[in-house]
C-alpha cells in the first residue's frame, strides 16, 4: 500500500511538473527563445530575466526577446542588421560601467508600480530614473516610452 501512495505521489508531481513547463517565444534574429530561463510571465520575472540577460552578456537575447519587439525591429531597419543593435547596446553598457550597475540595481531592487498592461520601476533614492515595462499577450517587455507610438 505504501508503495502504491509512493507511486501515485510521484506521477502527480512529474505531471505538475510538466504542465508548468512554458512555452518558447518563437525565434528571432536567429536568437532561440527560452522561456525557462528567462521567463516573462510577471513584471518581476521579466526585470529578472533582464538582469540575467545583461550578466552573462546576452544582449542579443535581451533585445530578440525582452525588448519590445516592436522598437527592436524600427532600430534594425535604421541599423541595418540585427548585430549592429546588439553592438550598439553593448557599447552603451561598456562605456559607462556606472550606468550598468544603476541599470541592474534598477532592475533587481526596484520598486514595481504596475497597473492593467503596464508597469514603471523606480527607485526611491534615484529621482528621474524608471524602467517601463508593457504587456504583450501573456509575456512582459522592456519598454521604450520615448519611441514613438503606432496608432
Do not use: C
Not at 534574429?29 to 550578466?55: C, F, M, N, R, W
Not at 512582459?140 to 507610438?149: G, I, S
Amino acid at each position: 500500500m505504501r508503495s502504491v501512495a509512493l507511486f501515485v505521489g510521484l506521477v502527480l508531481v512529474l505531471s505538475a511538473t510538466a504542465q508548468e513547463k512554458k512555452e518558447n517565444p518563437a525565434t528571432r534574429y536567429d536568437v532561440v527563445g527560452d522561456a525557462e530561463t528567462y521567463p516573462q510571465g510577471s513584471p518581476k520575472e521579466t526585470l529578472t530575466s533582464i538582469a540575467k540577460a545583461i550578466e552573462r552578456e546576452r544582449i542579443d537575447y535581451l533585445l530578440a526577446h525582452l525588448a519590445d519587439p516592436q522598437y527592436v525591429d524600427a532600430k534594425v531597419k535604421d541599423l541595418g542588421k540585427f548585430r549592429d543593435l546588439v553592438d550598439a547596446v553593448k557599447a552603451h553598457f561598456t562605456e559607462d560601467a556606472k550606468r550598468q550597475r544603476e541599470f541592474l540595481r534598477l532592475l533587481k531592487d526596484g520598486i514595481i508600480e504596475a497597473g492593467g498592461s503596464e508597469a514603471k520601476v523606480t527607485l526611491k533614492e534615484v529621482a528621474g530614473r524608471q524602467i517601463t515595462l508593457k504587456q504583450n499577450g501573456k509575456r512582459w517587455f522592456l519598454d521604450n516610452p520615448d519611441a514613438p507610438k503606432k496608432n
